[in-house]
T-cell receptor
């Protein structure tokens, strides 16, 4: 199986500081997409950011940016200026070019301290 | 514009029983995917429905079945429930997308938390 690995089970971050969440993936495909989702305690998965495998620039969405290193098969999420509301589980996911199936990593729990 | 809705919110069943979970996709979406998320883990893909047919399936036994209706809503059925079926079941809707590098965001519902006793 082609795995998604998130090596940090949990992280503390001080409010207003930046935090980087690691994600590595295993794939033999050339075309794929990478997603990051946030899951608060309510359970709903909230889309944060997307990176296509052929995108030349790293994706950014407001305070979220994706550090995409294709050769290393890594897609780390950077959250800048952390807010208390950022406390949640964060999941990295990969999608093949065809089809809609998402393969998720095990997640990283982020706790923002005031 | 309503997002993805799921019912019920919570459900308690006993081993051996059958359960049906329901999902209404976001307006305009035609594809529904179901995921199982055990406690402390990432979601696992169960299957996906498009045009009322199962299009993709993950590594789940035949006890897990589904249906999609003409209005694009979907049901997930689980027969002969096991304790290990206790999980959060997430429904995601999207549009069928083409192209070799298509971006296709999936919108998730709030989930149904199933407890099997």
């Amino acid at each position: 199986a082609q795995k998604i690995t998130q090596t940090q089970p949990g992280m503390f971050v001080q409010e207003k500081e930046a935090v980087t969440l690691d994600c590595t993936y295993d794939t033999s495909d050339q075309s794929y997409g990478l997603f990051w989702y946030k899951q608060p305690s309510s359970g709903e998965m909230i889309f944060l950011i997307y990176q296509g495998s052929y995108d030349e620039q790293n994706a950014t969405e407001g305070r979220y940016s994706l550090n995409f290193q294709k050769a290393r098969k890594s897609a780390n999420l950077v959250i800048s200026a952390s807010q208390l509301g950022d406390s949640a589980m964060y999941f990295c996911a990969r999608k093949k070019a065809a089809g809609n199936k998402l393969t998720f990593g095990g997640g990283t729990r982020v706790l923002v301290k005031p | 514009d309503a997002g993805v809705t799921q019912s019920p919110t919570h459900l308690i069943k006993t081993r051996g029983q059958q359960v049906t979970l329901r999902c209404s996709p976001k307006s305009g979406h035609d594809t529904v995917s179901w995921y199982q998320q055990a406690l402390g883990q990432g979601p696992q893909f169960i299957f996906q429905y498009y045009e009322e047919e199962e299009r993709q399936r993950g590594n789940f036994p035949d006890r897990f079945s589904g249906h999609q209706f003409p209005n694009y809503s979907s049901e997930l059925n689980v027969n002969a429930l096991l304790l290990g079926d206790s999980a959060l079941y997430l429904c995601a809707s999207s549009l069928q997308a083409g192209g070799w590098n298509s971006y296709n965001e999936q919108f998730f519902g709030p989930g149904t938390r199933l407890t099997v006793l």
